[in-house]
C-alpha cells in the first residue's frame, strides 16, 4: 500500500509538471491552431531564469516570478516575430518554430554554460510528511496544488470571463468577432503569453523536482506534452489535465514495474488513443 501511494503521489506530481506546458500547448494549439514547437525552448527559458533569479535572490517565489516574466517576454517575441507571419500554414509554423527552438536552446549553453546545473528545493519544502507508513513528499504535494489552482484559474477564465467568452467566440469565428470592434490578434497575442508564461512556471518547479536541468530538457518534455494534448482533445483544458495525470501515472508505474517500457509507453497510449478515438478522449464538440 505504501509503494502505491507513493508511485501515485510521484505520478500525480509529474503529471501537474506535464500538465503546466501541456495547458499552454493547449491553449496555443487546440484554440489558436497553431503548431508551436518551440513550446519545450520556453519551458527551458523558464527553468533557467527561474533557477538563475532564485540563486540572486535567494527567493523561491521570486523566482518563479522571474521564470513567469520570461515566459511572457519570450512569448511576446515568438508570438510577434515568429509565428505572426506564418498563421494558418501548419507546414511552416513545424519548420520556423522547431528552429527556434534550436536556438533557444544554443542560447541556454551560451548564457549559462552547457554543463547541467543542480538545484534544491527552498528549505520549507524540504522533507516529508509522515502519515502511518504512509511519506509523502512536501515538494511533490506543492506541484500537485500548484497545478490544480491552475487548472481552476484557466478554467475559470475561459468559461464565466468576457476575455474567456471573446477567445472561444474568435476560434470560432475570427471574422465576427473583429466585425464586433475588438482586435482578435491581440487576444491572441495574450492567449500565446499566457501559454508561455504557463510553459516557464513548469519548468521552473521542475528544477527542484528532478534535481538538475540542462538545455535539451525542453524537447524531451515538448513531446509529453504534445501527447498530452492529443489525448486529452484539442483545445480542452479539462482534457489536458486529466490526459497528463493519466501520462504521469501509467509513466510512474511502468518505471517501476515495467522498467523497459517506460519510454515507449506515451507513445503506445497515445497510438491506441488515436486508433480509437482520433478527436482524443476529451475532445470539445463541434
Excluded: C
Excluded at 105 to 120: R, T
Excluded at 124 to 137: A, F, P, Q
Excluded at 215 to 227: S, V
Amino acid at each position: 500500500m505504501e509503494l502505491f501511494f507513493n508511485l501515485t503521489i510521484n505520478g500525480l506530481a509529474t503529471g501537474m509538471l506535464i500538465f503546466l506546458l501541456a495547458a499552454g500547448l493547449t491553449l496555443i494549439f487546440g484554440l489558436m491552431d497553431v503548431l508551436n514547437f518551440a513550446h519545450g525552448g520556453l519551458f527551458a527559458w523558464g527553468a533557467y531564469s527561474g533557477v538563475w533569479v532564485y540563486a540572486l535572490t535567494d527567493s523561491f517565489l521570486v523566482g518563479i516570478l522571474g521564470a513567469i516574466l520570461t515566459g511572457l517576454i519570450l512569448g511576446f517575441i515568438t508570438e510577434k516575430w515568429i509565428i505572426k507571419p506564418v498563421y494558418g500554414n501548419h507546414v511552416q509554423q513545424i519548420l520556423i518554430t522547431l528552429g527556434f527552438m534550436l536556438v533557444l536552446s544554443e542560447l541556454l549553453k551560451v548564457v549559462w554554460g552547457p554543463n547541467q546545473i543542480a538545484v534544491s528545493a527552498p528549505e520549507y519544502l524540504k522533507g516529508s510528511w509522515e502519515i502511518g507508513d504512509i511519506l509523502i513528499i512536501k515538494y511533490r504535494a506543492f506541484i500537485i496544488l500548484v497545478g490544480a489552482l491552475v487548472y481552476f484559474i484557466i478554467h475559470y477564465i475561459l468559461k464565466k470571463t468576457k476575455i474567456g467568452l471573446i477567445v472561444r467566440a474568435g476560434v470560432m469565428n475570427k471574422e465576427m468577432i473583429q466585425a464586433l470592434g475588438i482586435n482578435i490578434n491581440r487576444v491572441f497575442l495574450y492567449v500565446f503569453m499566457a501559454g508561455a508564461a504557463m510553459a516557464a512556471l513548469g519548468g521552473a518547479l521542475l528544477g527542484p523536482y528532478s534535481g538538475v536541468i540542462h538545455a535539451e530538457m525542453g524537447l524531451e518534455f515538448a513531446i509529453l506534452a504534445f501527447i498530452v494534448v492529443v489525448i486529452g482533445g484539442m483545445g480542452n483544458i479539462t482534457g489536458s489535465v486529466l490526459a497528463a495525470i493519466l501520462v504521469g501515472l501509467t509513466g510512474s508505474y511502468m518505471a517501476y514495474y515495467v522498467p523497459d517500457l517506460s519510454l515507449a509507453v506515451n507513445m503506445i497510449l497515445m497510438a491506441v488513443v488515436l486508433i480509437f478515438k482520433p478527436t482524443g478522449l476529451f475532445a470539445v464538440k463541434g
